[in-house]
């Protein structure tokens, strides 16, 4: 089970941090991800990292701007999310894997992830 929070309506260059509390797994054997779906778009991989810890990934459109952590003894996984967009309006959502490479690729297909939280919403005004 995944629970995501940390949503909320920020302005544009705003900041905010999403939590993903994770229960009945542990980090160390699934690779989290971090997703979101706006309005009438398809759910894109935003930031996910692997159970190794040791890998990232980063869509460009975040890129420097976001940033994934972990705390392994909380089991848990943030994102960091600053100079917030119009754009990044959207519902995040948080979702685990077990795939083949989790140890090593942070892989930012949804169809590697079996776990998914219930989402939490961003909406960012200009």
């Known amino acids: 089970q995944l629970q995501a929070s940390g949503g909320g309506l920020v302005q544009a260059g705003g900041s905010l941090r999403l939590s993903c509390v994770v229960s009945?797994?542990?980090?160390?054997?699934?690779?989290i991800g971090w997703f979101r779906q706006a309005p009438g778009k398809e759910r894109e991989g935003v930031s996910c990292?692997?159970?190794?810890?040791?890998?990232?990934y980063y869509a460009e459109s975040v890129k420097g701007r976001f940033a994934i952590s972990r705390d392994v003894a909380e089991n848990t996984v943030y994102l960091q999310m600053n100079s917030l967009k119009p754009e990044d309006t959207a519902v995040y959502y948080c979702?685990?894997?077990?795939?083949?490479?989790?140890?090593?690729?942070?892989?930012?297909?949804?169809?590697?992830?079996?776990?998914w939280g219930q989402g939490t919403q961003v909406t960012v005004s200009s």
């Open positions: 979702a685990g894997g077990d795939y083949r490479t989790a140890y090593y690729y942070p892989s930012p297909n949804r169809h590697d992830y079996d776990y």
């Open positions: 990292i692997s159970s190794s810890g040791g890998g990232i």
């Open positions: 009945g797994f542990t980090l160390d054997y699934y690779a």
